[in-house]
C-alpha cells in the first residue's frame, strides 16, 4: 500500500473519532456557559454586546458565540451546532500546520507534522470541551503560514490574510493571538538578521486591517462597558494575568504547564522533547544565527510564549495547546532527521514509544471494560483490534514512520473513539442538570411553571431547556403555587425543605438524578465498588397548585 493511501486511512480514522465527538453532551462549566452565551445571542440579537443570562459579561472576546450562535441560525440548537464551528476551526489548524512545514521541510516531514497535531490528545479534548481555545489556535497557526509565506515571497495577500488571522486570535481570546504569531516570526527574522524585512514598512499594512475586523469588538465593548471594555481586552485580560493587576489568580504550581505537557501531547511527549532538546541546541551550537534555509518559527515562537505564559499567576491546561501546532513541526522533523542520522539514538526511542502505545492501548481497553456495564462490545472490539495491531507494527517497524508515526495514530484513533463512542456519552449521564433539562424540554414544560430552587440551576440546563431558566427562593414558594402547579430543578441540600409544602400541594413521584462533576474524574468514581459514595443527587419535582386559603 503506498504511502498516499496509508495517509488517507490515517486521517480518516481520525475524522471518525472527531466526529463521534461532535455529537456528546455538553460540559459543564466553560463550554456550557459559551453554549448558553451563544444560544441567548441568537434569541436576543445582541451580536456586539455580551450577555450572560441577561447580565452583562466581560472575560471573553466574541468569536466564538458569534460563529456558534451562526451555527445554531444555519442548523437548530444542539450539541452538533454548537461543536462545528470549532471541529471547523480544527481542519484549518491542521491544513495550516501541513502548510507550514511543507515551506520548509520534504513532504514527508509536513503529513508527519499534521498527523502528529491531529491525532495528539489535546486537540480531542478541546474540541470535545470546546472553548475558545480551538479558534485560537487554528487562526494562530493559519496566521503563522501566511506571515511565513510573505517572508519568502513578499506577497502582500500573504501579508493582508496574516493580518486576518492575527485579528481573527485576537478576536477569539485576546492579545495571545498577536503575542504568539509576532514572537513565531519576529523570533525568525532576528535568528536570520534579517533587519531589512524587521524594518520594512510593508508590516504597517497589518494595522488597519487588524482595527478594521476588531472594529465590531471594540465598539461593543465601548458601548457596554466604556473604556473599562478596551482596556480590559488589551492589558488585563492577558498580561494583567502576569504583572497581577486581573483578579484572577489560581496559585498554581510553577511546574502546571510541563505537568500539563506531559499528559496533553500524548502520545508524542517523549518526541517532543527531544525534538525541543536537539532545536534548542542547533540554536546554541549555531550561535543564534540560521541559514537561509533555516526556520526559527516553530523551537523559538515555542519557547518564548511558554516562558511568558509560565510567568501567568492564573493557569489552566488549555492554555498551552495554542503552541502544539509549533510543536508537532519540530517533532516531526526530530523523528526523520533522527532516523536517518543517529539511528541508534532513534532505535531507543522506539523502543520506549512502543512501551508508551502498549500502556496506553491497555489502558482504554481496561476502561472500558471496568468503568461502565454493560460494555458495547462493536466499540470494545475496535479499539481492542487497533491496539494490537499498532503494537505489533511498532514492534515490528523498521522505519520513522512504520516505526513511530503509524502505530501512535492508530493508539490515539483507538482510545479516542472509545471515549467518543462510548465513555463520555456514559460519562454524561451523570451531569444532572442536562438531563434535567433534557426532560424538561421533551416534555414542553412552560418556562412560568419550571424554576431552579435557590438558584441551584447552571449553564447547562439553561442550554438543554432551551431558555433563561429563573431561580424561585423557599420562601416565595407558596406565593407562586397559588397560580399554578411548578416543576422545581432542586438540589438534595434543598430536597428535605419541600416536605413542609407536602401538606398543602399534592406532589407526583420525583424524578432523580445521579451528579458528578463529571470534568473532575477520581478513582473512587471510575471504581464502579466506590462510585455510589462519590455521587449526588439532585430532582424535579412536580408541585400541584394549591389554594389561597390553605
Same mark, same amino acid.
Given at each position: ?74 442548523? *437548530? ?37 499534521? /498527523? ?47 493580518? #486576518? ?20 516570526? *519576529? ?35 465601548? $458601548? ?17 494575568? !502576569? ?11 510553577? #511546574? #502546571? ?27 546554541? +551550537? ?20 511558554? !516562558?511568558? /505564559? ?74 481492542? /483490534? ?18 513511530? +508515526? ?43 411553571? #419550571? ?40 438540589? $438534595?441540600?434543598?430536597?428535605?425543605? /419541600? ?24 478513582? $473512587? ?15 424535579? +419535582? ?9
Amino acid at each position: 500500500m503506498s504511502n498516499r493511501a496509508i495517509y488517507i486511512i490515517l486521517f480518516s480514522l481520525l475524522g471518525i473519532a472527531y466526529i463521534g465527538g461532535l455529537f456528546l453532551q455538553i460540559m459543564e462549566v466553560d463550554a456550557a456557559q459559551y453554549a448558553a452565551m451563544s444560544m441567548e445571542m441568537l434569541k436576543t440579537h445582541h451580536y456586539l454586546q455580551l450577555f450572560d443570562g441577561g447580565v452583562a459579561y466581560l472575560d471573553k472576546p466574541p468569536l466564538l458565540m458569534w460563529l456558534s450562535s451562526l451555527s445554531f441560525y444555519l442548523f *437548530g440548537i444542539s450539541d452538533f451546532a454548537y461543536r462545528l464551528p470549532s471541529f471547523l476551526a480544527t481542519i484549518l489548524a491542521v491544513y495550516s500546520t501541513y502548510r507550514l512545514a511543507k515551506q520548509w521541510y520534504h513532504q514527508t516531514i509536513a503529513v508527519c507534522s499534521a /498527523l502528529i497535531l491531529a491525532s495528539c490528545q489535546a486537540f480531542f479534548l478541546f474540541n470535545n470541551d470546546v472553548k475558545t481555545d480551538t479558534l485560537l489556535t487554528s487562526m494562530v497557526i493559519f496566521s503563522i503560514w501566511q506571515l511565513s509565506g510573505y517572508i519568502r515571497n513578499k506577497n502582500l495577500i500573504n501579508l493582508v490574510a496574516g493580518s #486576518f488571522g492575527v485579528a481573527m486570535a485576537m478576536l477569539a481570546k485576546g492579545p495571545i493571538g498577536f503575542i504568539l504569531p509576532a514572537a513565531a516570526i *519576529g523570533c525568525h527574522l532576528l535568528l536570520h538578521r534579517n533587519w531589512k524585512s524587521i524594518f520594512n514598512f510593508r508590516w504597517l499594512i497589518a494595522i488597519p486591517v487588524i482595527l478594521l475586523i476588531l472594529s465590531p469588538m471594540l465598539y461593543g465593548l465601548y $458601548e457596554q462597558w466604556g473604556s473599562k471594555g478596551i482596556t480590559f481586552f488589551f492589558w488585563t485580560q492577558s498580561f494583567g494575568r !502576569i504583572t497581577g493587576q486581573s483578579e484572577w489568580n489560581n496559585h498554581p504550581d510553577p #511546574f #502546571f504547564f510541563e505537568h500539563t505537557y506531559a499528559w496533553a501531547f500524548l502520545p508524542w511527549t517523549i518526541l517532543g522533547l527531544v525534538g525541543l532538546f536537539f532545536g534548542i541546541k542547533e540554536l546554541i +551550537v549555531s550561535r543564534f544565527t540560521l541559514s537561509d534555509n533555516q526556520e526559527g518559527m516553530t523551537v523559538s515562537g515555542f519557547i518564548f510564549v511558554f !516562558i511568558a /505564559l509560565s510567568m501567568s499567576h492564573y493557569k489552566l491546561p488549555h492554555y498551552i495547546f495554542v503552541l502544539f501546532p509549533l510543536l508537532a513541526i519540530f517533532t516531526a522533523r526530530w523523528i526523520y532527521e533522527t532516523a536517518e542520522k543517529l539511528p541508534k539514538t532513534f532505535k531507543w526511542i522506539g523502543r520506549i514509544q512502543t512501551v508508551i502505545y502498549l500502556l496506553l492501548g491497555l489502558a482504554i481497553i481496561v476502561l472500558l471494560w471496568f468503568v461502565f456495564s454493560p460494555i458495547i462490545i462493536w466499540v470494545f472490539v475496535i479499539c481492542l /483490534l487497533c491496539s494490537l495491531v499498532a503494537a505489533s507494527i511498532s514492534i515490528r517497524g523498521t522505519n520513522a514512520f512504520r516505526k513511530v +508515526v503509524l502505530p501512535g495514530v492508530l493508539i490515539i484513533f483507538a482510545i479516542n473513539f472509545g471515549l467518543n463512542f462510548d465513555f463520555y456519552p456514559r460519562l454524561m449521564k451523570y451531569q444532572a442538570s442536562n438531563q434535567a433539562g433534557i426532560f424538561v424540554s421533551k416534555n414542553v414544560i412552560p418556562g412560568n411553571r #419550571f424554576y431552579s430552587l435557590n438558584y441551584c440551576g447552571s449553564h447547562s440546563l439553561n442550554f438543554y431547556t432551551r431558555r433563561d431558566v429563573s431561580a424561585i427562593l423557599l420562601e416565595h414558594l407558596k406565593d407562586t403555587l397559588v397560580k399554578s402547579d411548578i416543576w422545581l430543578y432542586v438540589d $438534595e441540600s434543598d430536597y428535605s425543605k /419541600l416536605a413542609a409544602f407536602e401538606r398543602v400541594a399534592g406532589r407526583s413521584s420525583d424524578i432523580m438524578f445521579d451528579r458528578f462533576s463529571v470534568q473532575n474524574l477520581s478513582i $473512587e468514581f471510575l471504581n464502579p465498588e466506590t462510585r455510589i459514595k462519590v455521587l449526588h443527587n439532585t430532582f424535579l +419535582v412536580h408541585l400541584a397548585r394549591i389554594n389561597g386559603s390553605q
